[in-house]
């Protein structure tokens, strides 16, 4: 029996320690990477500024320390899963980080590899919910998709984490939804386990966000969609998760339809987006160039950087307010 006092307890001490963690670990990159040259340029600022990279690692140790003890915990399967799954895609973003994959079909296939623990531990239903009509069987079909989600949703956050404070302030908005649906689920171990994604999103957007301190890197834009989409699958809310993290979707899919195949961004020899002397961007009108997401908020005319991450983050809000319809809808029970 749940005791809800307990509960609230548990998941106030896991939020903070995630939170204090990914902060006193990313304060102490902060001041410690460029000290080693690892800085990249902010392409987006007239001044083009050296930023801290990578700061996954300051994410990555945090989930590890806090996932592994709720695994301690609860002794959940699924909980370490989300554990094996994030620390996967983490090391393998570290390794682009440090080498940088030249093909971009290498990550894509490496991230398949990321997924196995789901289906190792036999942690998956093959049985997804659905508003209104309920469960849909997928017996034969659900574990090729759980091999296809990882490497989805974990390029989908990367491909999305272009501008500053993008990528942590929208995996903050995305996950709220999860964490509803949970809780409408009565699925609280997995509940308590979803509160670091959002804690630690919190913690790294202080220094993440507008003018940038450090950019998290393919080790921390992996990491982070790699756990929402292991939370997803484990916790069977993936219809509310998808619906939650529509606007990174629709992202991948405008580049990938675009660019008609899978490459890597720093490959891309056109920008979709200009830099003006005013310091605004603006969306660059060679055919060449990939769509992006921002290139569409762009069409209209030229936003500052900030009023840009506004728009995305607008529609991130739009997109878990519908998720957490969508998980009244599929969850609730009267």
Not at 19 to 43: A, I, N, W
Not at 182 to 204: E, G, H, N, Q, W
Not at 238 to 254: K, R, T, W
């Amino acid at each position: 029996m749940i005791i809800m006092s307990d509960l609230i307890l548990l998941s106030s001490i896991v939020f903070t320690l995630t939170f204090s963690f990914t902060y006193l670990f990313t304060l102490f990159l902060v001041k410690t990477l460029p000290k080693k040259g690892l800085v990249v340029e902010d392409y987006h600022k007239l001044n083009k500024p050296k930023v801290a990279w990578p700061g996954g690692p300051a994410i990555l140790l945090s989930l590890l320390i806090i996932e592994l003890i709720l695994y301690l915990i609860y002794l959940d399967l699924r909980i370490l899963s989300i554990t094996l799954v994030t620390i996967i895609a983490g090391i393998i973003g570290l390794i682009d980080d440090k080498w940088r994959f030249r093909n971009g079909l290498i990550k894509p296939v490496l991230l398949i590899l990321a997924s196995l623990p789901i289906l190792l531990l036999g942690v998956y239903c093959p049985y997804p919910s659905f508003p209104i009509f309920g469960r849909v069987r997928l017996h034969y079909v659900y574990p090729v998709l759980v091999l296809l989600a990882v490497p989805i949703v974990s390029n989908a956050t990367n491909m999305i984490d272009v501008l500053n404070g993008v990528l942590s302030g929208f995996m903050m908005i995305a996950t709220m939804p999860l964490v509803f649906a949970l809780i409408l689920r009565a699925d609280y171990s997995i509940m308590v386990a979803t509160l670091p994604l959002i804690a630690s999103s919190l913690a790294f957007y202080i220094f993440h966000k507008y003018p940038s301190k450090i950019f998290p890197g393919d080790s921390g834009s992996l990491a982070l969609g790699a756990m929402f989409c292991t939370i997803a699958i484990v916790g069977r809310v993936e219809i509310v998760a998808i619906v939650s993290i529509l606007p990174a979707i629709i992202n991948s899919f405008f580049i990938l339809s675009s660019v008609k195949r899978l490459v890597e961004h720093r490959s891309i020899k056109v920008r979709p987006v200009i830099l003006l002397p005013n310091g605004k961007l603006m969306a660059s009108k060679e055919s060449s160039a990939p769509i992006t997401l921002v290139r569409m908020i762009l069409a209209e005319g030229p936003l500052s950087e900030k009023e840009v991450v506004f728009n995305i983050f607008k529609l991130t809000i739009f997109s878990a307010f519908l998720a957490l319809i969508t998980a009244l809808l599929t969850f609730w029970r009267i």
